[in-house]
T-cell receptor, first 117, second 114 residues
C-alpha cells in the first residue's frame, strides 16, 4: 500500500522558468493538500483540492501559482516564472473522505525540493 | 489567528536520556493535535494524533499529552536513542472555519548523541 508519492524529489530551475510538481495521493484518498516549507519556517497551507475541484486556495500566492487535481492522474502544483523566493520544500498530503472527517489525520509525502538559481 | 510555538528550537542529549518537547498554541478551539517527525530531506511521519477530547496518546517510547485549556502539548520520549535524532513538528487542526488547515510550529531539532 504505497504512501503519498511526490515527484520530482528535487528540481532546479532558473529564474523565469516553470516548475511542475506532482503528487499521487494514497490509494483511496480523494482529498489532497499542498503545503510549503520555506527555509527556517514552519509548513504553511497552500491549497486544498478534491477531484476536479479546488476547495480552498487561500494560502497560495495569487500570481504565478496554480494547482489542479484532475479526474485521472496526479495532482499538479504549477509555478510559472519562478523567482528565488520560491525555493522551498513543497509537501503534498492526502486524506480519505470519511476517515478525514473522523480522525483528521493527514498523510504526507516526502516532498519536492525546488531550488531556483 | 492560530499560532503554534515549539520550545526549545534545538535540543542535544546523550543517549538513554528521557526528554520532553513542548508545543503551545494560542487558540484552544482545536479539533486535534498531531506530532510529526521529519528527517533531513525527508517527508513528515505522523507519530501521534490526539483528539481534542483526549488527554494523552502513547506509542512505544513516545507519549503525547494535551491540555487544551492552557494551549499546551508535550511529547515525551523515553530512553532516547541516536535513531530518534530528527526534527519534531507539532500541528493543530482548528475546530472552526476551515478545519482542514493544519497550523504547524517551526519544530524542535533533536540530536541524540551516542
Amino acid at each position: 500500500n504505497a504512501g503519498v508519492m511526490q515527484n520530482p524529489r528535487h528540481l532546479v530551475r532558473r529564474r523565469g522558468q516553470e516548475a511542475r510538481l506532482r503528487c499521487s495521493p494514497m490509494k483511496g484518498h480523494s482529498h489532497v493538500y499542498w503545503y510549503r516549507q520555506l527555509p527556517e519556517e514552519g509548513l504553511k497551507f497552500m491549497v486544498y483540492l478534491q477531484k476536479e475541484n479546488i476547495i480552498d486556495e487561500s494560502g497560495m500566492p495569487k500570481e504565478r501559482f496554480s494547482a489542479e487535481f484532475p479526474k485521472e492522474g496526479p495532482s499538479i502544483l504549477r509555478i510559472q516564472q519562478v523567482v528565488r523566493g520560491d525555493s522551498a520544500a513543497y509537501f503534498c498530503a492526502s486524506a480519505s473522505g470519511s476517515r478525514h472527517e473522523n480522525t483528521g489525520e493527514l498523510f504526507f509525502g516526502e516532498g519536492s525540493r525546488l531550488t531556483v538559481l | 489567528k492560530q499560532e503554534v510555538t515549539q520550545i526549545p528550537a534545538a535540543l542535544s542529549v546523550p543517549e538513554g536520556e528521557n526528554l520532553v518537547l513542548n508545543c503551545s498554541f494560542t487558540d484552544s478551539a482545536i479539533y486535534n493535535l498531531q506530532w510529526f517527525r521529519q528527517d533531513p530531506g525527508k517527508g513528515l511521519t505522523s507519530l501521534l494524533l490526539i483528539q481534542s477530547s483526549q488527554r494523552e496518546q502513547t506509542s512505544g517510547r513516545l507519549n503525547a499529552s494535551l491540555d487544551k485549556s492552557s494551549g499546551r502539548s508535550t511529547l515525551y520520549i523515553a530512553a532516547s536513542q541516536p535513531g530518534d535524532s530528527a526534527t519534531y513538528l507539532c500541528a493543530v487542526r482548528p475546530k472552526r472555519g476551515s478545519n482542514y488547515k493544519l497550523t504547524f510550529g517551526k519544530g524542535t531539532l533533536l540530536t541524540v548523541n551516542p
